[in-house]
């Protein structure tokens, strides 16, 4: 449990000290304790998810999940890293704005990718979880999905009266076919409407429609409390008009309320530590924003030393409150819990 005065760790990894090990060791060019770790935790799909993406991201040189791919060219977990790996790099070359035809080059070594690793594991959600991101680029979604041709039309189109924006359903029914209510393949369908949608609040009615529903995953409770973090970005992202009252409406304080009772509140503490940190300090910002202070004292002790930058770094940024985001979080923290 936290302190006013625990010491602050940035990380996205949590308390998740054999993650944490291997991030250390691909840092310096060694892969057998990612190896170890994803095989260990086998088909918890929830786990791998939340692990294969982190690993994907902290690895100091991602050529060191070629060199283990190139070793055991039919080891499942090697080719759903490399997957991973090259799904970024075809993210990175786009947002650093090269050219079309290197994009679409590595989107094409990406997609190559991940069809084999889908092929090793077919039961795995991963390599469609990352199939579902590469759509976020500039081309027609159908491209990245290995069935199009066999679905019937439109193929962008949800047969949900409640739900009529248009996106890459499919491969987040493959997604939820082999892991329903899984948290990554949400987050980046809810990417996916941000960025590609041409219809204004598509990703906040995709979040609210998703709770309403009924989730089977209680996590995505905290999805409306991401895309209202988008929406501040892009109305209030210099702190002008409104942006001290964006976060004290009766909306906010509903969905991190609702986030609150029907996922948090039912975690026993001794899991905490295996919660998605990112998830955590939404929910922590949004409580304490709308003046809910006694459930984020909550919220802050499960949190215990560790903190992901976001939301809080933007919105430090957005106010100008102090020259580092962390003071201002430390401020937050220690006033909640004394």
Known sequence: MA?????????PVGADTDLRAALEDLKMGRHLSARDLLA???????????????????????????????????????????????????????????????????????????????????????????????????????????HAHERPMPWDALRDPAMHHRGPWPLLAEINKRHPGNREGHHRMREWFLNRSREPGAAMNY????????????????????????????????GQNGALTFWQTAQVRHYACKAYDDWFADIAPVEYPWQPLSDLSHLAHALVACGENERAAYVFRAMGPYVTPQPWQDINASLGRSADWRDEFLRIRASVLR
């Open 3 to 11: 302190s006013p005065d625990a010491p602050l760790i940035v990380s």
């Open 207 to 238: 979040s609210c429609w998703l709770v309403a529903m009924g989730t089977l995953n209680p996590e995505l409770q905290v999805m409306p409390l991401y895309a209202l973090m988008d929406l501040y970005r892009r109305r209030h992202g210099d």
């Open 40 to 146: 260990r935790t086998g088909p918890n799909w929830a786990l791998r998810t939340t692990r294969s993406q982190l690993l994907a991201a902290g690895a100091g040189e991602p050529g060191v999940f070629k060199t283990w791919r190139d070793e055991e060219p039919n080891n499942r977990d090697a080719a759903m890293m490399w997957g991973r790996v090259l799904t970024r790099a075809a993210l990175a070359a786009y947002h650093s704005n090269q050219s079309q035809q290197v994009v679409a080059r590595a989107a094409g070594l990406a997609r190559q990718a991940l069809y084999q690793a889908r092929v090793l594991w077919p039961a795995c959600p991963v390599p469609w979880v990352d199939l579902l991101k590469l759509t976020q680029l500039p081309f027609a979604p159908h491209h990245f999905d290995p």
